[in-house]
Structure formats: structure tokens, C-alpha cells
């Protein structure tokens, strides 16, 4: 991605990281003008510190190295002690950092060697493909799912189901909730959702993502004309789009392409769409992926439009959630 956006994004992580240690620092000092024994526990406990790292290099005694164990145990026990005696959390003298993996620094070092947090991933992710789909996120979720949205009449002869549209959402969201619950779990198959337009489908999409960016997975989502769009310019080398901007489509833990069925194809935009599809479900790195479909073709007119080659793949890979019920964009409920 361009260098300058990077850069513009980790200075938005300063920022994050300076405001929660500037807030540690207000409650602690607060903390210690109150209960002055915890300023002391901290300060005997950096005192051993020192005194460990001095053992270890100068000497390596094991007995002293016990005795300042011990010593450090004692006082964080005595810490805590004080702690739950004001009703205060065991880290509330530690920073508030948005992640606890990076510690909004945006990276995190493993077997001496740093590598991008999902974090961080998610952030590009955000600016370069999700936009304002993302942004949803705040109003798209499921705290503000309802299925009272949702008509609790069956009506087979329209909708051809003999159930509700509200029960049918009720079994629908509970293969979302597995779906999120099982998610690394090669077992857990994909997501195809079909229905008309205005039933849910990129909402409950945006729900679900919602969920897996609260716990750390990465999530692209792109409408399925502008991805294939993208790859074909990246293909013939238009509008400076990156190896990385295109390896994302492939390694992301989620990825959620709306509105298949929408574009207009070609047999390259076939074989790629095809090539993202089957190489997300070979899983050849050990990561596991999954993959959110949603599209206003039933499964015959996919069959027809995709042929056997990708529709046998959706059927056999995917959950198929069949949504149906009054567009909701025009509904008075």
C-alpha cells in the first residue's frame, strides 16, 4: 500500500498508545496520593527487579534468585489484595491499550523476528477495500439485530417455505452463530447467502464481521463487481494495485464478497472468481479461511450462470441460507 497511508495509520497508533499511558499514569497517580502503600509496592518491586538482572549477569546465585522470587510474589499478592479491596480490577495499574496482542504499537515480535498485527491488517484492510462498509459497523451489528423486523405469517405459496420469515431468521442466525463459534475450525463450512434484495444478507454479512474483528480476525469485504474489477487491473497491470492488495484476497481470515451475480462476466473474471474460490477451500497453508458469499440468484440461476465447476464447489463447501421475507428497506416494522 502507498507508504504515506501507512504512515498516517501508525501515527493514529502513537496517538492510541500515548492516550492510554497518559491515562495510566492520571489513575495512578491519583492511586498512590490515595493508598501510598501501592507507590511503595511498586517501587520495592522495581528495586528487585534490578537486583535480578544484576544476579543473573554478575553472579547467577540461584539462592538469591529464589529469595527475590519470593519477594516479588509476595508483593504482588499484597497488590492485589489492596486492589480487590477497592473494587478495582487486577490491571488497573497496567495501560488500557485498544489491543492487548500489539499494544498499539501495530506489530508484534515473535521468536525475534516482528510481524504486522491483525490489528494493524485490519486497518489497511479498512482503508484500501471496506470503506464505508466497514465503517457500518457501528450500526450493522448484532446489537442492533431484531427479528421482530421480520413477518412471524407463513406464506408458502409466495416465499415457498413452510415456515416464517422470522423462524427461517431464527435458524439462519443460528448457523451464523456457529459459523463465528467454529470459525477455526476447518470443519465449519463457508457461507452462501441467497434471497432478494433487502433481506438481511449484507447486514447479518456485517454482523458476523463485527464479531470476528472484536476477536482479532481480519475481514475484507468488496462487492463481487468491484473485486473482480480490481483483480483484472491488477492482472494487466492497471491502476498501480500491489501483489499485497491482491495476496489479501487469498489470506485474509475472512473474506466477504456481496452482490455475486451482479457483474458482468467474462471467461477471465470466470476463472478468477474461480481461483479465489477453490484456492480459499484448499486451505494449502494450515491457516484456516472462510469465505461469506451473498447473491440474489437462487441456486439454479447460479448453477446456470457459474456452471457445475463453481456451483459444486458453493454447494459442497458452504452453508446455504436461503433468506426471504418483505425488503426491509421499505418495511414500516
Known sequence: MNSAILTNILKEYERKRYLAEKDLEER?????????????????????????AKSLILNNDPDLLSNLQKQTEILKNEKLEILAKLSLPEDYL????????????????????SKMCNCLKQQIFDFEYNKS??????????????????????DKEHYGSDISPRENMKLIRGICDNFIKNFDDPNEKNLLFTGTTGVGKTFLSSCIAKELIDE???????????????????????????????????DVDLLIIDDLGTESMNQVKFAELFNI???????????????????????????????ER????????????????????????
Open 277 to 307: 474460490i477453490n484456492s480459499r477451500l484448499l486451505n494449502q497453508t494450515g491457516k484456516c479461511y472462510k469465505t461469506i458469499i451473498s447473491t440474489n440468484l437462487n441456486l439454479a440461476m447460479l448453477n446456470k450462470t457459474y456452471g
Open 310 to 333: 463453481i456451483s459444486s464447489r458453493l454447494i459442497g463447501n458452504y452453508n446455504i441460507c436461503r433468506f426471504f421475507g418483505e425488503d426491509l428497506r421499505f418495511s414500516n416494522r
Open 133 to 154: 462498509n466497514v465503517a457500518n459497523l457501528q450500526s450493522q451489528n448484532f446489537d442492533n439485530f431484531s427479528y421482530d423486523k421480520y413477518s412471524d405469517e407463513v
Open 28 to 52: 495512578k497517580q491519583k492511586l498512590y496520593e490515595e493508598n501510598p502503600r501501592l507507590q511503595e509496592i511498586d517501587n520495592e518491586l522495581s528495586k528487585i527487579g534490578i537486583s535480578t
Open 94 to 113: 497496567k495501560p488500557s491499550y485498544s489491543c492487548k496482542l500489539c499494544n498499539d504499537t501495530g506489530y508484534i515480535t515473535e521468536n525475534y523476528s
Open 216 to 250: 482479532g480476525k481480519t475481514v475484507l469485504y468488496q462487492t463481487a463487481p468491484i473485486m473482480l474489477d480490481m483483480i483484472i487491473d491488477y492482472k494487466f497491470g492497471k491502476n498501480n494495485i500491489s501483489d499485497t492488495t491482491y495476496k489479501n484476497l487469498f
